[in-house]
């Protein structure tokens, strides 16, 4: 069953903009973890957050969790063209972190 | 380098002859999985395993086997495959003792005609 719902499914933008995805899911997590996949290739972890966590950055990652509403964002900032790529946002459950469960994905494209 | 290698990584079979999809970690991590990609349904799990002799079934196991003889492996065994089973797979590994990052192969394009 899916449980991380991306918003939205598509989102088309220019380079140096930043570019927000969305997640929400249903039931209570570990935590939550964001990876991005190149067109048909492996996915690549970004950054991993803890259900205690409520904002955390990696370079020019911002990732927040809401765990009262349930939902988490992505942010990327000063986009560039190769950051064209689905992003999938995946949450780990309280009792079995490692199993995640994958939402269906954000397509970004940035457009030079 | 640390890596999850699959093999093949395109297949073209038709339905009913047997195959299997290796993969092959060498980060020494405890949990392995298997996913299947479909358009309009993301990733979903097939099975996994929490370490050797250990699997259990994930989303999607229907028509699906595993086993985990050692750590490093886990191959995906389809024994009789349908046209359903058409599909992009992944295999991923994680050590669950620590930061939960799950590290994908690099997928295995499978078409059952």
């Known amino acids: 069953s899916q449980q991380g719902e991306e918003d939205p499914q598509a989102l088309s933008i220019q380079e140096g903009e930043n570019a927000t995805m969305n997640c929400s899911y249903k039931?209570?997590?570990?935590?939550l973890q964001w990876y991005r996949q190149n067109s048909g290739r492996g996915l690549v972890h970004l950054i991993l957050?803890?259900?205690?966590?409520r904002e955390k950055h990696s370079g020019r990652l911002r990732v927040t969790l809401d765990t009262s509403k349930k939902s988490s964002s992505l942010l990327i900032t000063a986009s560039r063209a190769a950051d064209t790529a689905s992003y999938f946002c995946?949450?780990?459950?309280?009792?079995?972190?490692?199993?995640?469960?994958f939402g269906e994905g954000t397509q970004l494209t940035v457009n030079p | 380098e640390a890596q999850v290698t699959q093999n093949p990584r395109y297949l073209i079979t038709v339905t009913g002859k047997k195959l299997t999809v290796t993969c092959s970690q060498n980060?020494?991590?405890?949990?392995m999985s298997w996913y299947r990609q479909d358009p309009g349904l993301g990733l979903r799990q097939i099975y996994y395993?929490?370490?050797?002799?250990?699997?259990d079934k994930g989303d999607v196991p229907e028509g699906y086997k595993v086993s985990r003889k050692e750590k490093r492996n886990f191959p995906l065994i389809l024994e009789s495959p349908s046209p359903n089973q058409t599909s992009l797979y992944f295999c991923?590994?994680?050590?669950?003792?620590?930061?939960?990052?799950?590290?994908f192969g690099p997928g295995t394009r499978l078409t059952v005609t």
């Open positions: 991923a590994s994680t050590s669950w003792t620590a930061s939960y990052e799950q590290y």
């Open positions: 039931t209570s997590i570990n935590n």
């Open positions: 957050i803890r259900s205690n966590e």
């Open positions: 995946a949450t780990g459950g309280e009792t079995s972190g490692s199993r995640l469960t």
């Open positions: 980060m020494n991590h405890e949990y």
């Open positions: 395993s929490m370490n050797v002799e250990v699997t």
